[in-house]
């Protein structure tokens, strides 16, 4: 199995785990979004909490993108990390290398005192 056919297996196995881990707050959904041919990965959430105030059952809706993962030039770009542990290190421990990790959700500057790759 070449590189980029591991990246996407472990991508998808890593976006399917975190849907194993109930939301902390309401009840909030996940979706996985995988573009295999466009090389994009997301994990979704969505669904209703709670809002206080003098209504205890006001809800409100939420929807966003918790992770947002995409392979380009043969590197994982992360483009959004909303999870409390972070994926890099998830894909770390995996097995793939720092320079084939791009943290695309921080300013290029910030990315040249990681250890992660720049571009």
């Known amino acids: ?8 297996r472990l991508i998808e196995e ?4 975190h849907t194993k881990i109930p939301y902390a707050h309401g009840d909030i959904q996940f979706e996985t979004v995988f573009d295999r041919e466009q090389d ?12 206080g105030g003098d209504f205890p ?7 966003g993108c918790l992770l947002h993962i995409d392979i380009i030039n043969g590197k994982i770009w992360i483009q959004r990390d909303g999870t409390e ?3 890099a290190n998830q ?9 084939h ?3 695309g959700f921080r300013d290029p500057e910030f990315r040249k005192i990681t250890d992660f790759a720049v571009t």
């Open 1 to 8: 199995m070449d590189t980029k056919q591991t990246y996407r």
């Open 14 to 17: 890593i976006l399917i785990g």
């Open 40 to 51: 994009r990965y997301l994990l979704m959430i969505l669904g209703r909490e709670k809002v």
């Open 57 to 63: 059952s006001t809800t409100r809706r939420v929807h």
């Open 85 to 87: 542990y972070g994926v």
């Open 91 to 99: 894909l770390v421990e995996a097995g793939v290398p720092k320079e």
């Open 101 to 103: 990790i791009v943290l």
